[in-house]
């Protein structure tokens, strides 16, 4: 027995050398993240310096275009007219499976990547974008590994935020930030519009919206000062739109609000009558529940919103951190609403608050998201802040509470997407000493590996699960001040994250992933995108990958 054994293990060295000579295993591209099935075959194609390219029809006119600034951006090939097709890009309408899907095949007759729709189309050239990036170039040409990937996401949402309420990120910054997104098939941007630190969206009704709510100063820094005029956002959702991804506006009502109660200070109600509000150092405030103008601006807003985004697109609405007890528990005329409600705690008034403005949303297209609060910010807590309309979707975030938000949810049948602080707050410093300028706020470490083995779900099958729909990384903007602050906190992690939300769980595996990830950083460099060197993972030269922090 022993004897065989030996016997096997010397045919499975053997052969591991082998492999290696031949230069099979060292072929594997740097894939993340990691396709849901892949099969490499023995062999390889050269594309040559000119590539016949062969795309059907209009559709994939805006995949064509990526290719081509694909191949010459990163192999000098250029695309050629008329002579033998080495690429083919291909709908297959019939495909039953998600529209994200892709099938992905090299061989002897050239790369065929095809789709459901475009969308899975683009998703097969990301893929092959880092097959590009792992391959050899030679005089006459690029040499791919034969390969075979067949690939759809594990979620539905796989979202990124970004928070320009507290610092201001200028169109082009998010526009850039949105492609490389898409490369890593993320289809999600959330973006966090108004905070107590800045109000970041011009409505024609109230001007004072954006000259007194996003001027945190009287400079010209952009970051302090800066808005998105609504063709600015029509412009971020075309250019998003065409790399398959939502923009999510956020609307954070009723706390998170110091920048539109300075604006607007009748719509405090009867709460710090006596009080000068201060952008940028004003919190903890909260809209009045009791002030028919409050409903009526907030409807204005949303109707605004309706006139750039499409009919059925998402909206948030926040409903996170409401200091309830110190602003509307304390007001007289909350307190007689209640008693008109028949209320005893103020937190119901949250049910009477977001109703309204729900129906408001719902009444201009769209589909509302909250953030998921429960009766405890800590453990033990054993229910919801307050009973969700079914048709919310909600976000869980704070720390310990994600497992409790999964149960509840899963009870009541809400659409559940996990922020949870423990692995996706990106806001949050990767490493011990790093940032010590920003590390002070008291915000714990999240490292990349803590991001890449989160799994909230283990142990729970996949009915059980079928409400979450997916994952959300979130870039909190008190400390990031310029988009390449952004970028700094986003990557690596979001690599981590993406495959979360994209490969299986029984397909993730931490060291594969550490070993791509030098090829696709190098990229993220050569594009002059500011990530986070991951040392700590190869200070002992890979040897001891799967001890890394
Ligand atoms: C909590 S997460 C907040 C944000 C802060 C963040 C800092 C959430 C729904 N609210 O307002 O920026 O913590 O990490």
């Known amino acids: 027995m022993a004897k065989a054994l030996n016997l096997k293990g010397y045919v499975v060295i053997a052969l591991t050398f082998w492999l290696l000579w031949s230069g099979q295993l060292s072929a594997q591209p740097a894939l993340i993240p990691y396709p849901n099935s892949l099969r490499a075959t023995q062999g390889y194609l050269t594309l040559p310096k000119r590539v016949g390219v062969e795309a059907q029809g209009t559709k994939l006119q805006f995949a064509k275009n990526t290719l081509q600034t694909m191949l010459s951006d990163l192999c000098r090939l250029e695309l050629s007219e008329g002579g033998r097709t080495d690429i083919r890009l291909k709908l297959t309408t019939s495909w039953q499976a998600s529209t994200e899907a892709y099938k992905l095949t090299i061989n002897q007759s050239g790369i065929l990547i095809e789709g459901g729709a475009p969308q899975g189309v683009y998703y097969g050239l990301m893929t092959l974008r880092q097959i590009l ?4 170039q030679h005089s006459h040409g690029i040499k791919l590994p034969y390969i075979q990937i067949e690939d759809a996401p ?11 309420a507290r610092h201001f990120l200028p169109v082009d910054a998010v526009k850039q930030y949105i492609e490389r997104m898409s490369y890593y098939k993320f289809n999600t941007l959330q973006l966090h519009l108004t905070d107590d630190q800045g109000w970041r969206l011009a409505v024609d009704k109230y001007p004072r919206l954006t000259e007194v709510g996003a001027k945190r100063s009287n ?4 970051e302090e000062n800066g808005y998105y005029s609504a063709e600015d956002l029509r412009e971020l959702i075309t250019y998003a739109e065409q790399r398959g991804i939502e923009i999510i506006p956020e609307i954070d009502v009723p706390g998170h609000t110091a920048a539109l109660l300075t604006a607007y200070p009748e719509l405090r109600g009867d709460m710090h009558p006596d009080s000068t509000f201060v952008l940028g150092s004003t919190d903890n405030v909260m809209l009045s529940a ?11 807003v949303f109707s605004s919103l309706a006139r750039i985004f499409r009919k059925g697109s998402r909206l948030h609405l926040g409903g996170d951190e409401s200091a309830i007890k110190r602003n509307w528990a304390t007001s007289a005329e909350h307190r007689q609403l209640m008693q008109q409600l028949g209320y005893r705690s103020a937190e119901q008034l949250m049910g009477y608050f977001f109703e309204r403005v729900l129906a408001s949303a719902r009444k201009h297209g769209f589909r509302p998201m909250l953030w998921c609060e429960l009766d405890e910010i800590r453990m033990p807590a054993s229910r919801f802040l307050f009973d969700y309309p079914s048709d919310v979707a909600l976000v869980s975030w704070r ?17 559940l997407i996990l922020a949870p602080g423990e692995s996706a707050y990106f806001d949050y410093p990767q490493y011990a000493g790093d940032l010590p300028e920003h590390n002070n706020w008291g915000m714990p470490i999240t490292t990349l590996k803590q991001a890449y083995t989160w799994d909230l779900t283990s142990g729970v099958t996949a009915e059980a699960n079928a409400h979450i729909s997916g994952v ?3 870039l909190w903007g008190e400390a990031i001040k310029d988009i ?7 990557y690596p992690r979001a690599l981590a994250l993406a495959e979360v939300g994209w490969t299986e769980l029984p397909r993730r595996q931490w060291t594969r992933f550490a070993k ?6 190098d990229d993220l460099l050569r594009s002059g995108i500011p990530y986070r060197a991951p040392f700590e993972l190869y200070r002992t030269e890979g040897r001891h990958l799967d001890k890394a922090m």
Do not use: F, N, W
């Open 154 to 164: 594990r979620y539905r949402v796989r979202a990124l935020m970004l928070d320009p």
């Open 290 to 300: 009791t002030t028919p103008r409050v409903y009526e601006v907030l409807d204005d």
């Open 472 to 474: 959300m990384g979130t």
């Open 484 to 490: 390449d602050r952004a970028y700094y906190m986003t």
């Open 399 to 415: 720390m310990d509470l994600t497992p409790k938000c999964i149960e509840l949810t899963q009870q009541s049948g809400h659409e």
């Open 133 to 136: 990036l792992s391959a050899q």
């Open 219 to 222: 400079s010209k820094r952009v």
């Open 516 to 521: 791509a990830l030098p090829t696709v950083l």
